[in-house]
């Protein structure tokens, strides 16, 4: 009977085992046979390297950092934070200084001509490291959905939800009654600033790809992108607040006088009545 048992475990760790270096290989193939050199960090998802000999932009997939320049969007609260972090960890934490190994989805350009990339380092702890899963993890980086570069998005919400159980990055304020505002007391100091805005739900549609939830004053309107909503949203309705008095957390920005918060997840919502 027990030469039987040390049988069975034996056959147990050999299929383990087995099942470990299969996947492994398969990872191997996909994006280790090559390194680019890193010739500039430009922001928390934003990296420049060299690829097929010119340097190139590369965009990583699935994540929008804070900004650190203001443009179509203003300077995040959490913008240079996330910029050092990157920094950090390509520079500083990596075993081959500066170099990145990079993985791709099928369309490998975006619209802006950057490369698109799921981004790795080789830490000094001998492990591959998942750059991109790393700065959501910390809560540096929000999920960005697209249908077409899903390929880790499992590990994305599994990292966004860490960041947000943990308090990390940009939910650290999540418990701050000083971060909470009302929409007619919002001013264009708080553009770039996270908070929790608390006002009454006017309307609620859809445009696009787009969600849109309207205040009752007109001072401010929340956003929600179809994608996130499929992946986040699984006990909420967002239609069941209508006329509810809720507050949203997420980074403030402003669009033809409006505010506007670009929210990710049910769990940056609250029904106050």
């Known amino acids: 009977m027990l030469k039987k048992l040390y049988i069975f475990v034996g056959i147990l760790i050999s299929l383990l085992l087995i099942t470990s270096c299969s996947k492994q290989t398969q990872i191997n193939k996909s994006y280790i046979e090559k390194n680019y050199y890193v010739s500039k960090v430009i922001d928390g998802d934003t990296i420049k390297v060299y690829y097929d000999g010119d340097e190139t932009s590369v965009r990583l997939i699935g994540i929008d950092t804070p900004e650190t320049h203001s443009g179509d969007k203003p300077i995040g609260e959490l913008g240079d934070t996330a910029y050092w972090f990157v920094r950090n960890?390509?520079?500083?934490?990596?075993?081959?200084?500066?170099?990145?190994?990079?993985?791709?989805?099928?369309?490998?350009?975006?619209?802006?001509?950057?490369?698109?990339?799921?981004?790795?380092?080789?830490?000094?702890?001998?492990?591959?490291?998942?750059?991109?899963?790393?700065?959501?993890?910390?809560?540096?980086?929000?999920?960005?959905?697209?249908?077409?570069?899903?390929?880790?998005?499992?590990?994305?919400?599994?990292?966004?939800?860490y960041a947000y159980e943990n308090r990390k990055g940009i939910f650290q304020f999540f418990d701050d009654d000083n971060r909470k505002i009302y929409e007619n007391d919002l001013s264009d100091s708080d553009i770039g600033k996270i908070r929790w805005v608390r006002f009454k739900v006017k309307s609620i549609s859809r445009s696009g790809s787009f969600y849109h939830i309207y205040s009752e004053n007109n001072k401010v309107y929340i956003t929600i992108r179809c994608d996130e909503y499929k992946a986040f949203f699984k006990n909420l309705n967002i239609y069941d607040l209508d006329n509810k008095e809720i507050e949203v957390y997420g980074e403030v920005w402003k669009d033809n006088g409006i505010y506007e918060i670009l929210a990710r997840s049910e769990f940056e919502f609250k029904v106050i009545k």
Do not use: Q, W
């Not at 190994?101 to 698109?116: A, H, I, K, T, V």
């Not at 809560?139 to 990292?159: C, M, Q, V, W």
């Open 89 to 161: 960890k390509i520079y500083s934490e990596n075993s081959k200084k500066s170099y990145v190994y990079m993985e791709f989805d099928s369309n490998s350009y975006g619209n802006y001509g950057r490369l698109l990339a799921y981004v790795y380092y080789k830490g000094k702890d001998g492990k591959m490291h998942f750059l991109n899963e790393e700065i959501i993890k910390n809560g540096l980086a929000r999920p960005l959905f697209y249908s077409d570069t899903s390929k880790h998005k499992n590990e994305f919400i599994e990292a966004y939800k």
